[in-house]
């Protein structure tokens, strides 16, 4: 039997799950994340988790992996030494940005730096229209002659963005020819072979945000592979991408733009996989983990898509303060809120949580490697949520006295609080943080927070997923089995996919459709040699959408295309399309207006693989009690001994009363207050919550 491994490389730790066929038990792994060498965390993680389930090397047939190391060299500027050729005239493009101001009262409003700085943006006199004709032809001398300034200016990467190539790309392909005959050991990424659509600030930026990390990226998965082969793993190394697919090592070296948002997408992946399985098409996913929380909708089976996102932002929670990014990811919201944030005391006296995280190293002060700041984790032993002996099932132990001495110099002692309530304050205005951003997360869709269960996972998440539901008023949480490695899992719920894009924009009514057609064709055409090279041609799968507006309107929606060839004939049936999508995002339409086509998107999609995961065989124990211990319970603001329960031993058809605590090795399932909680026939928790007034 062929084995699978997934690994995704998070803020403190790196998660790994073993499964065989998919159908049945599966083996568990969580090292600490080794951000200076992250392979070695995956390497170290991967050896533990084939000894601990006896399983040879030999017998993995997929490493399927998502890592936030290309985040960290965006975020920390520890890329390439970049460039940026473009047309003449537009040099200062990627830095006038949109020209307006996202927060007009911020009189100290910060904007990213421009990857490539001016001195390192470059003008060739070339002009394509936007209707792709050549108005002005490039002058290759032009073109040498600049290779030969980029050589002298030490250049490591060079991003090609001319006006009007996602029309007419001649101009680019000449200038990347040119660039790898002169230029071999430099890094090149053409607009037009990574994001062929309109708005050339956003397609500048993705561009060079693409390039800044290619050689980060094709250093890493090739050292990554060739680790794997060495410790005798033959099998195919895949890359979760940010829009919930998975690609091949080759594809992932030559575009990690698309990996940015990996491991995020693959806990929403997994959320969804769950939901289909206990019969929720619609949920909300909050994944917790030791440097930030994730929420995410899950609206009729499936994660949301958005078509751009932003990285480096200057402030977290504002659109508009970071570099855009026009990829294909799955739509969530991310709060400077996990396991490791710390709690501090700020001017005015008041408690403040995150978005400042210790991290791996040193991490929490009860990791007793040389954190002194207190942390949401530490607040969580201190309430005595967390086992100090139990902690990844007893390979770390934890320090309680470490948490009580930080929590009690940094946060109790100056706001002359006992340690119990700087402890919960700590905890409820992290679960506060997290209930908001969801809720404005889940209105600004168009959906209603409240009627949507809460799938809890991540190494926090079960931890703190009874408090946010009580303040989002959620029915119900789902706690899987393997929270605390969830996006690790989510990797092997995934499909080989991957997105094209081509701009044509036209009134709805007098579109050239034979063009569209021929468009649509060629990149399904690419959608088959780029997943054709690992899965059969005729297992490969197509969804279509068109970007459409209001005529006059600046932005777009994505709205699906019917099966079948595209015609004049279809126009009404599209724009019906369009008016479902356009009034459940903002609960109106407009009669009568002209509507325009912008851009026309492919999916080309592999099969899904099958994935039914119980409980592993053998962990179960004689009983589900374990003992109990002193919780911290806020509806009496007191201490309370709490009944501890083993989870692995928690049969189908178990139910229990909270409060209560159930512990797995990865993660901590806490109830403070009333609630039902039963077992499913796949291991997941099932709490009802009760009504609130």
Same mark, same amino acid.
């Given at each position: 039997?062929?084995?699978?491994? &997934? ?29 200076? $060498?992250?392979? +070695?965390?995956? *390497? ?22 998502? !890592?936030?190391?290309?985040? /960290? ?13 473009? !047309?003449?005239? #537009? ?17 100290? *409003? ?57 029309? /007419? ?36 930026? !993705? ?30 190394? #895949?890359?979760?991408?940010?829009? &919930? ?43 917790? @983990? ?31 303060? @970071? ?69 990844? =099932? ?11 001495? $930080? ?73 899987? *089995? ?7 899992? =989510? ?12 701009? #044509? ?11 569209? $057609? ?70 109106? !339409? ?92 796949? &291991? /997941? ?5 009760? +009504?609130?007034?």
């Amino acid at each position: 039997m062929g084995y699978r491994v &997934g690994a995704d490389i998070g803020g403190t730790f790196t998660d790994l799950v073993l499964v065989g066929d998919g159908e049945g038990s599966f083996e568990i792994g969580k090292v600490l994340t080794t951000p200076g $060498a992250p392979d +070695d965390a995956v *390497m170290a993680g991967t050896i533990q988790v084939l000894a601990d389930a006896r399983v040879s090397a030999d017998a993995v047939e997929q490493v399927l992996h998502g !890592t936030t190391l290309f985040t /960290n060299a965006l975020i920390e500027r520890k890329g390439a030494r970049t460039a940026l050729i473009t !047309t003449r005239g #537009f040099r200062d493009a990627v830095e006038i940005a949109r020209e307006h101001r996202y927060d007009m009262y911020d009189l100290y *409003m910060r904007r990213p730096e421009p990857l490539a700085p001016r001195h390192l943006r470059f003008e060739v006199d070339e002009r394509v229209l936007a209707d792709g004709t050549v108005r002005k032809a490039l002058e290759e001398s032009e073109v040498q002659a600049l290779a030969a300034r980029l050589a002298e200016e030490r250049v490591e990467a060079v991003a090609v963005c001319l006006i009007h190539a996602y029309r /007419n790309d001649v101009h680019e392909r000449r200038i990347g020819e040119i660039l790898a005959r002169m230029l071999p050991d430099v890094a090149v990424t053409l607009s037009s072979r990574l994001v062929r659509e309109i708005r050339e600030y956003d397609r500048s930026s !993705t561009t060079l945000a693409n390039v800044y990390v290619k050689r980060i990226a094709e250093s890493y998965l090739g050292r990554l592979r060739t680790r794997l082969k060495d410790a005798g793993i033959a099998g195919s190394l #895949f890359v979760m991408q940010s829009n &919930g697919g998975l690609c091949e090592v080759e594809t992932a070296r030559e575009f990690p733009i698309r990996l940015v948002e990996s491991g995020p997408a693959a806990g929403a992946l997994a959320a969804a996989h769950y939901g289909a399985l206990l019969g929720h098409k619609d949920l909300l996913s909050f994944d917790m @983990g030791g440097t930030t929380a994730k929420a995410c909708v899950i609206a009729d089976g499936e994660p949301l898509i958005a078509s751009e996102f932003e990285v480096d932002r200057q402030y977290q929670f504002k659109k508009g303060s @970071g570099l855009p990014v026009k990829i294909p990811a799955i739509e969530m919201i991310e709060i400077g809120t996990g396991g490791g944030s710390i709690a501090r005391v700020d001017a005015m006296s008041r408690l403040r949580v995150g978005p400042e995280s210790a991290g791996a190293r040193p991490g929490p002060a009860c990791y007793g490697l040389g954190g002194a700041e207190p942390t949401v984790t530490d607040a969580d032993l201190v309430l005595g949520y967390l086992d100090p002996e139990f902690f990844l =099932g007893g390979r770390m132990r934890l320090d309680p006295d470490a948490a009580r001495k $930080a929590i009690a110099e940094k946060v109790a002692g100056p706001l002359g609080l006992e340690l119990a309530e700087a402890a919960w304050g700590i905890h409820q205005l992290a679960n506060e943080s997290m209930a908001s951003a969801a809720r404005i997360h889940a209105i600004e869709r168009g959906k209603n927070a409240e009627k949507f269960p809460i799938f809890a996972f991540g190494g926090a998440g079960p931890v703190h997923a009874y408090g946010v539901a009580r303040i989002l008023r959620s029915p119900r949480i789902i706690y899987p *089995m393997g929270a605390g490695v969830m996006s690790a899992i =989510g990797f092997l719920t995934a499909p080989l996919s991957f997105d094209f894009v081509r701009s #044509f924009p036209g009134p709805l009514d007098d579109l050239d459709w034979s063009r569209v $057609a021929e468009l649509i064709g060629e990149m399904e055409e690419e959608g088959r040699r780029i997943l054709g090279r690992t899965i059969p041609p005729r297992s490969i799968r197509f969804r279509r959408f068109a970007d459409m507006r209001y005529r006059k309107q600046g932005y777009e929606v994505r709205v699906p295309l019917p099966e079948g060839a595209l015609s004049a004939a279809q126009r009404k049936t599209i724009r019906a399309a369009f008016e479902e999508v356009y009034k459940a995002l903002y609960g109106h !339409t407009v009669a009568n207006a002209p509507v325009d086509v912008i851009s026309w998107r492919v999916i080309a999609l592999g099969p899904k693989p099958k994935l039914r995961l119980r409980p592993a065989a053998g962990r179960a124990r004689d009983a589900m009690a374990k003992g109990s211990r002193a919780v911290y319970l806020p509806e009496r603001k007191a201490y309370a001994q709490v009944a501890i329960y083993d989870r692995y031993a928690m049969a189908e058809g178990a139910v229990i009363e909270g409060p209560a605590i159930l512990e797995e090795r990865e993660a901590t399932v806490v109830v403070t207050g009333r609630a039902a909680i039963r077992v499913d026939p796949w &291991g /997941n928790l099932l709490v009802d919550m009760p +009504d609130q007034p």
